[in-house]
């Protein structure tokens, strides 16, 4: 069973920062400065095999990037292709070079709710970003679209917080013997960034890099 962040024990909670201490320095980082990155990164990564994720993005930004260079490119390239899963489908391999149709869809959404808000730069995004809640903003909004995917967008655009991922939640669970819900995880960690003087989403890659490192 999933422990809230109130079953946490003191005891467990110092554990939990030792074993955080120990962990090397990240070699790389989440941030990315790139609006029309940040879309694809955010329908793509998620409950993907991490090599699939990566091989997407470099195809686009090998044979996409120069053409598709903000939020109107975008739209009109996805208006080129029916909202079908057919037509999707032909769009993620214009785009990515796979078959993920369904990732494809799920951008239209996105773009969707960031065009109903006036958000179609990045700068606008980071400032979105700073200030967006996830229940008052974000919850439901987007079908297919819950927690973690909000934590992995907002963290990118610098924000000080984690995504609660099969990384985090596997981190916890060997250190502490059981695992944690996902806003448990999000702040365990945060809070424990902060008792080590460091970022969030720092913490987040260190724990990324060692934890899918040895697997």
């Not at 960031?114 to 996830?134: N, S, V």
Request: proline share 2%.
């Amino acid at each position: 069973m999933d422990h809230d962040l109130r079953e946490i024990s003191i005891t467990d909670f110092h554990w939990l920062v030792t074993r955080c201490h120990s962990l090397p320095p990240a070699k790389g980082n989440y941030l990315v400065d790139d609006y029309v990155e940040n879309l694809l990164l955010t329908v793509l990564d998620f409950q993907m095999h991490g090599t699939a994720v990566s091989r997407a993005i470099e195809y686009y930004r090998l044979h996409r990037k120069q053409e598709i260079v903000d939020f109107n490119t975008l739209a009109n390239l996805l208006q080129g292709f029916p909202d079908t899963k057919e037509g999707n489908l032909q769009a993620a391999q214009y785009l990515w070079g796979y078959k993920m149709w369904n990732r494809v869809e799920l951008l239209r959404r996105f773009m969707d709710y960031f065009e109903e808000r006036g958000i179609t730069t990045q700068d606008q995004l980071k400032e979105w970003a700073t200030q967006a809640d996830f229940k008052r903003d974000f919850e439901g909004k987007i079908k297919g679209a819950g927690y973690a995917i909000f934590q992995w967008l907002v963290m990118r655009q610098g924000v000080e917080t984690v995504k609660p991922d099969i990384w985090i939640h596997r981190f916890i669970q060997e250190t502490l013997g059981y695992d944690v819900t996902d806003t448990a995880a999000v702040r365990l960690i945060e809070r424990v960034a902060q008792e080590l003087g460091i970022k969030a989403y720092e913490l987040d890659w260190r724990i990324w890099e060692y934890t899918s490192g040895r697997s």
